[in-house]
């Protein structure tokens, strides 16, 4: 048994695209830059998807994580925002968890919780199912076109 990543962009008509995990880990290093055309000039949405495989073959999803990528007009990834977004997802996580810094404090600093937000998406049951399916194998998705 094993786990495989998938990784899918959103179009705004909720188009599926897929994106190779290599094509994102050379989109997230700014010393090489790598630009998306057809999703230059947008915001884009970007769900991950993790598969449980024995022998290559997908038995099931068992988890899903959703991001908000936006590109610039050449379509590069703006790397640092998504950076700053992933940092309040996580500190928002970690607050619910480790509870509040001082007991004293009765201002709530909703800043991470904005910038985290503004970061991430939930799709709707349609969606989420076809999302579901894609990463199972079935049906046919375009690859996101990556140029350098």
């Known amino acids: ?15 599926l695209h897929r994106l190779t995990g290599t094509a994102y880990t050379r989109m997230l290093k700014a010393q090489a830059p790598c ?8 915001r884009a949405r970007l769900a991950g998807v993790t598969v449980e495989t024995a022998d290559g073959i997908a038995l099931g ?21 998504l950076n700053v977004q992933q940092v309040a997802r996580l ?15 009765t201002v709530v600093d909703a ?3 904005f910038r985290a937000r503004g970061g991430a ?5 349609p969606l989420r199912r076809r999302l579901e399916a894609a990463a199972l194998g079935l049906g046919h998705y375009p690859r996101v076109r990556v140029v350098d």
């Open 35 to 42: 630009r998306v055309p057809d999703f230059a000039g947008q």
């Open 91 to 105: 500190d928002t996580l970690l607050a619910g968890v480790l509870g509040p810094k001082a007991a004293e404090v």
């Open 1 to 15: 048994m094993g786990w495989s990543s998938r990784l899918f962009l959103l179009s705004g008509d909720d188009a």
């Open 121 to 125: 998406w939930e799709p709707d049951r």
């Open 111 to 113: 800043a991470n919780r």
């Open 61 to 81: 999803v068992r988890h899903m994580s959703f991001s908000v990528l936006e590109f610039d007009a050449d379509g590069l990834l703006d790397v640092q925002r």
